[in-house]
């Protein structure tokens, strides 16, 4: 597009940014030439009317005037800019993605919002593409959804090698979301175990030094899987274990990503209260998450050997179901009674983690769905994050701020190990019957089969699946959480040489920000 005016740009929406100042909403320049002022005037006239504010979220239509070529004008709102100037990176993100989303059923969009620096310029760039979505499997006729397909960022900033990379990333790391969003979103009666190892291997099928394994239910029940075997055992779509590797040259080190998922979780034995069951679909979402990491790693081609185990189960309450009061005993010695069936996850997440130990991975990470209580605790939109030492639940953390997920870092205290007693014969019980304190327990329970290996858990309970209004580029249901905050740890893990403790140093350059300025400025197609 090169260096037109934004008056001369054709699109079907031309986005600008709002900023939210105390003197009312300010319309944001993108460095290409100055506000319309009859525009900025207009906007100061109407905003009281039609409540334009400048906050995040806050997305405005309008005709646009005479003279631009554009059908119609944007307004996303930046929120308030940093006290150092620009803003930050995330508050780009999610302008670009709520504008985006605003635009279901229009064809092409341009951006002109704010790209002072590199970082700034691939936030932009990934807040749309990650705002271009929807989950069109089961709509039809005018149910149907159609995101914009022709997106434009257009900027001052040069473009050069390094900025095709950057978009190269977010275009991958956009995809790599949305196709987890797709499975989140699927429903178990086309998703269960067997049809996820199948997508799983397809999905890696070609990728550079990835190979897939699966084992069945009758080869879990050979090799003592009793986690994902016991758990999956009253079903009739019967559980999977699948193990990807990307191995590529040179790899600085192993990073085990282990994945939850139980594809539908009517509780088991332990049934759950009907009320928002059908929602159960979701609880498969750090499986996909794991699953696209990997994929991603490989398209990006991360200097990382990156095991994933995708740990598959349905958890229904059939003739063969696992009984509360049932004790199992792991490959790795330790014994466990089934206190409550409906505390699954962390069973078939045990048996990952025991893979991923074996392995010899440098550390492990798992991501899951594991408890109400991490909603109780941190809400909707923010995740858990434990682990041990601390500095890998601060690596992990640190990772996710970079990207600009919310990951909150919590306590696991000595004395909740305690609470994990069975009260009968068993090493462990998996629940401990008291709700207090119940993200940490299960938190610690895992721990228990990590056998010592740097390890963070991830519990994403409830960030997995948006159940309220979209927001920013985060649409209704399935969200994709957990993809980005893992493929920038694991380009972090590569850049610090195979260590974890750059959140202690904080020296490390985010892997967005890799643009140079070494030619005539000129717009970027994203």
């Known amino acids: 597009m090169g260096n037109k005016k934004l008056s001369a740009i054709k699109a079907d929406a031309l986005v600008l940014g709002c900023e939210q100042t ?7 320049s993108d460095g290409i030439e100055p506000v319309d ?11 009281g009317q039609l409540g334009i504010s400048g906050a995040l979220d806050d997305v405005h239509k309008f005709p646009a005037p005479d003279g631009y070529q554009a059908k119609m004008v944007v307004l996303t709102g930046l929120g308030k800019p940093r006290v150092t100037g620009g803003y930050e990176p995330e508050s780009l993100r999610r302008a670009a993605g709520a504008a985006i989303r605003e635009l279901n059923g229009s064809k092409s969009a341009a951006l002109a919002l704010p790209t002072d620096d590199d970082e700034a310029l691939s936030a932009v760039a990934e807040g749309a593409l990650l705002g271009a979505y929807a989950f069109n499997d089961y709509r039809s006729g005018d149910a149907v959804k159609t995101p914009v397909s022709d997106i434009t960022i257009v900027t001052p900033r040069q473009r050069s090698l390094r900025a095709k990379a950057a978009f190269n990333r977010a275009d991958i790391l956009a995809n790599a979301v949305a196709r987890t969003r797709d499975m989140t979103d699927a429903p178990a009666n086309a998703l269960y175990p067997a049809s996820f190892a199948t997508q799983a291997v397809a999905a890696v099928k070609g990728l550079p030094h990835v190979k897939a394994t699966v084992l069945d239910e009758k080869q879990l029940k050979a090799g003592g899987y009793v986690g994902i075997y016991g758990v999956g055992q ?47 679909i979701m609880d498969m979402a750090g499986a996909a998450a794991v699953l696209e990491t ?74 899951a769905t594991l408890t109400g209580a991490q909603i109780l605790s941190l809400g909707h939109r923010t995740s858990g994050v434990m682990g041990a030492p601390d500095a890998m639940r601060d690596a992990v ?53 990590t056998a010592g290996v740097p390890w963070a858990h991830l519990d994403i309970a409830g960030p997995a699946y948006n159940t309220k209004s979209a927001w920013g580029y985060t649409a209704k249901g399935g969200t994709g959480v957990g993809v980005r905050t893992l ?8 850049a610090d040489g195979g260590n974890y403790a750059w959140a202690t140093r904080q020296t490390l350059t985010p892997p967005s920000a890799v643009i140079d300025d070494d030619e005539e400025s000129e717009a970027i197609a994203a």
């Not at 040179?250 to 069951?277: C, H």
């Not at 600009?404 to 009260?423: C, H, Q, T, Y």
């Open 37 to 47: 002022a009859k525009l900025a005037a207009q906007v100061k006239d109407l905003a």
């Open 487 to 494: 493929v920038t740890f694991l380009e972090n893990f590569a």
């Open 234 to 280: 009253g079903a009739t779509n019967q559980p999977r274990l699948v193990t990807l590797e990307y191995k590529p040259p040179k790899a600085v080190g192993t990073v085990a990503l282990v994945g939850k998922g139980i594809t539908f979780d009517s509780g088991g034995i332990s049934i759950k209260p009907g009320a928002g069951m059908n929602m159960m």
């Open 22 to 28: 105390d003197k009312g909403p300010e319309i944001v």
């Open 397 to 449: 953390a640190y990772s996710a701020k970079q990207c600009g997920e919310l990951f909150w870092p919590m306590p696991l205290p000595e004395d909740v190990a305690s609470e994990l007693k069975s009260a009968a014969s068993a090493d462990l019980a998996n629940v401990n019957g008291d709700k207090a304190g119940g993200m940490l327990f299960a938190a610690a329970f895992l721990r228990e089969f």
């Open 294 to 367: 990997v994929v991603a790693a490989a398209q990006l081609g991360i200097p990382v050997r990156v095991l994933g185990y995708l740990c598959l189960a349905e958890n229904m309450p059939g003739s063969n179901a696992q009984r509360p009061g049932d004790i199992v005993r792991y490959r790795n010695g330790k014994t466990v009674e089934v206190v409550n069936t409906d505390a699954e996850g962390r069973l078939v997440m045990a048996d990952g983690i025991i893979d991923a130990v074996n392995a010899k991975a440098d550390v492990i990470i798992d991501i």
